[in-house]
């Protein structure tokens, strides 16, 4: 299994980063959409986006929301300061197993530990077993710690690759409440992708500040709606504590290089302080639009 890559003896073209111990669920993201790159293991989302501004590695995969959790704290914020492009997208289905030592089952673990959303997606099971949930970095950090702690009594909630990264038996598979988790995940690169490259349909994300004045929104939105551009995902954010400039990040289906896209960006620019393109990129999973 591959670990902390060695940059200085690899090829970094070869390389993408992701946030988490070897094992996590971005770890999977990165094998399922690039089996043939070698992941790079990094402490935080700024580490992973670093990673690639350094030309340490070519790729990076950042979760940005969750069907069940909702939107990844900080991602927002992160993405237009980070001058890298989104150049791709993963939906990762997140199945939740229950991990313990070789000695441990369903009877002996005590206590769990796992990420806070990892805990409260499978806190029916938790409570149905009488086990102590303890709130850990991660997912894969966590099954790390109870392989190192090799005690019957803790048990983790992570991945079925984390089990085999650390040698931990699998007590049960599919341990969260719902079947339905998934995530989406954002590929990052250095460079943006020419979009007449990609093959439709495509998406073209970006961010925005509207001006403060009555009606803003509702006037820098209107050209999507009379150009017919199909917007599948609008949410708001502070990028600071002030709470006196609310910016937005949006998704939406086309790009730029086409005459209905083009106006309602047009559009958008004049009612808005500024807009701020992530990125244009083949969608993985057709919109309601498409």
Aim: proline residues 4%; contains cysteine.
């Amino acid at each position: 299994m591959a670990g902390m890559a060695d940059t200085s003896a690899q090829n970094t073209d070869n390389l993408i980063a992701f946030q988490g111990e070897l094992g996590a669920y971005s770890h999977m993201a990165c094998q399922a959409k690039f089996p043939s790159m070698e992941p790079l293991s990094t402490p935080s989302f700024e580490d992973a986006l670093a990673a690639v501004q350094k030309g340490r590695a070519r790729l990076a995969m950042i979760p940005i929301e969750n069907s069940t959790a909702g939107r990844v704290a900080d991602i927002h914020i992160l993405l237009p300061g980070s001058g890298l492009y989104i150049v791709g997208e993963h939906f990762e289905t997140i199945r939740h197993c229950l991990l313990g030592t070789s000695e441990a089952d369903e009877t002996t673990i005590k206590s769990v530990k796992s990420h806070v959303q990892a805990l409260g997606q499978c806190r029916k099971n938790l409570r149905e077993l009488g086990m102590e949930r303890l709130p850990f970095a991660d997912t894969a950090g966590s099954a790390k710690h109870v392989a190192e702690l090799n005690d019957p009594s803790v048990g983790a909630i992570a991945s079925e690759l984390a089990a085999e990264v650390y040698g931990l038996k699998i007590i049960r598979k599919n341990f969260q409440d719902e079947g339905h988790n998934t995530t989406r995940f954002v590929v990052l690169s250095r460079d943006p992708l020419p979009a007449e490259n990609l093959s439709a349909p495509v998406m073209t994300s970006f961010t925005f500040e509207v001006r403060n004045i009555p009606a803003a929104l509702y006037k820098a939105l209107g050209g999507f709606a009379t150009n017919g551009v199909n917007m599948t995902k609008l949410e708001s954010y502070y990028e600071s504590d002030s709470f006196t400039a609310t910016e937005f990040y949006a998704d939406i289906e086309g790009h730029e290089g086409m005459e209905n896209v083009h106006r309602a960006m047009e559009e958008l620019r004049f009612h808005t302080k500024y807009v701020n393109v992530l990125g244009t990129y083949e969608q993985e999973r057709k919109r309601g639009g498409s």
